[in-house]
């Protein structure tokens, strides 16, 4: 049954995760070939730095020039672990264009010209295989592209950022302020130098909008998905959460509206209830909720990050394009077809907890109640704290769209009652 | 894209997940052509009582005679929802002998001749998908056969039997013995009529031993798992587990051992921390870890049974196998080259928690002590209590194999100071 000739594979970077890749398919080689039914050989590692020595891996397939690796002709898979937009999107159409297969770990590019890509790889009859690009090892593309196929996803809510997870996990449980759990996550390694793209929440939105795509079968591009960064949290707010048996999370939620004629995508800050699975998602874990119509809840939880989780989701695809080159085949493609409209933030329907500072004086709830009945907004509970002739009012709603209760607020802070919006954050996972 | 021409599916059983999987069939056929890149045809349903009314199936597709269904000639796919060994084997063997792949949610079929029906598939070119047959909807086989293909699976530990993790949440949160709680769960229709396959934990070993193969790529038969049912389990048994921190799960746990050279496979109930993510597992669902060397530690956790949940898997199995004969190839099969030996449950090493009934009288405990050092295994803690004359003494022990714990309660019991052994639980999960 075993093919001798083995498929050669062309590695595009070779950092924390590329390394691992590398590593695995040495040690494990004869794993790897009896469950491709071919071996598989490393063919070229394009790398920037050609000095720095890389234990296991042979110099002489060590180039500084990647352009010419894809082009080679005769590689059959391409192991893209570069990540950015250039020049991985312009290294992977090439690789397509001269008869390659793609497994990439690129959660950007992908977010924002997957479309393009599958595209590309359709026209050349070839794949292109992203699992590592969301939540590190934890399958969630293959379940949701293939052992969901035949079920109706409706809604998927899940921590893909271990880095935000890890903050305020730390916050939760410490008590600690916004900068000081980063500072500990910096120090840690837990955070970037520069913790941007995990803390503004640009790294979960391009994986809501892979998520997004993949679930809805519609495409979902990174501009599609509201983005709210965790920075603003504050020890308060965790004060808050905890009064009303909460936590805070950063999430991601793409969900089908109630009437099934759209969509939506969004990362935010958000309260969920300590008995809800998610909540007790600690350190720098991942875990994802799927709602399907016959399935009912899933959840998926692992390790989101890191070299060798990652690695171990770059090497499930590679066997998996591997056995569809040797069937001369191909896997399932981009799933477009529902091409469902994605609607603005402003229609997403959830609950609030807002939390005003306020004059402390009769009527002052009254006055605030009017403003959310005049918006449509129904109040929940509410609750009123005295404190040195000024009152906190903490509002939590039932659920009403992110319009109304923008406008809710805007009406607020024209009050002259109302010294101060605190803080607003959606309420999930009830 | 679109081929016009349908694929044709024949249903074999009409109940609980039959219905379901016709019923979704029909209302999403848009979706799964779509997604399958042709329409599937319901080309015929066998039953057993063809009288019944069964709503949105025409009659005219209802045949008693299953044979000569799978024996049609342009069946494309066999959907075996009837369960059991025969006549189910027969049917399926017949299904690929003419030309159809099947998908199964049978897995007693698949634990006892998984390895003989992957044979007759490969022999005729066809699919033997079965993600339905583990845990209900939550994709288990898929992530392991294919998202982890290129990764070294150490261990699976799950609660695969959702009656048993109805019983045993209930003695947990209420204190109610296990007779009172079965009957709750049998009024509820957790548990069927007679509860033998699920409490006795042969629908739970079945399990395993699917999952082992597929995580070990060795054969693993029914015969080859240990089995434990968990009728013995106590009230008594909850209150020591809650004193040490942990509650009572039924557990399958498939484990390589540490050399690697060999593999077990067991079910038992065990003692888990609650702090271990299994211990929050509620009701009737399931949930699985898996540890691997490369991705650490991921679970997955979802309903796993019930009409619609495991006709979600089906359908998911369905789509796939329809891409793949559209595209002419099959998917991966039996992946059993590893070969690795399965060891009696002897050779299980693992931690244990043991009550005994002994003489409350001074050098008890130094007699204990003494067997459990005669058989190599080494005592953690120890926690002793009088109660009118007699005393009870609990042994928590460190690692040690299943063959010297044997041999401990053996020679404990021919003390003239034990009275009785109470209790032998394992402890997992650490």
Redesign the interface.
Known sequence: MMRTRPLKVALLGCGVVGS?VAR?MTT?AD??A??IGAPVELAGVAVRRPAKVREGIPAELVTTDATALVKRGDIDVVVEVIGGIEPARSLITAAFEHGASVVSANKALLAQDGAALHAVAEEHGRDLYY?AAVA????LI??LR???????VNRVLGIVNGTTNFILDKMDSTGAGYQEALDEATALGYAEADPTADVEGFDAAAKAAILAGIAF?TRVRLDDVYREGMAEVTAADFRSAKEMGCTIKLLAICERAADGGSVTARVHPAMIPLSH?LA?VRGAYNAVFVE????????????GA?G??T??????????VC??RL????G?GE?A??ALPVSPMGEVVTRYHISLDVADKPGVLAQVATVFAEHGVSIDTVRQQGKDGEASLVVVTHRASDASLSGTVEALRKLDTVRGVASIMRVEGE
Not at 136 to 139: D, E, F, V
Not at 311 to 320: N, R
């Open positions: 691992e695995i494990h794993d790897l009896q469950r699992e590190g090892a934890i399958p293959r379940p293939e052992s969901l196929a035949g079920d109706k079968h699975p007790s399907s119509d016959a399935s009912g809840q899933l959840m998926f939880y692992g390790p890191g060798s989780p690695a171990s989701a770059v090497l499930g695809d590679l066997v998996a056995r569809n069937n001369g085949a191909t399932p799933s077809y529902a």
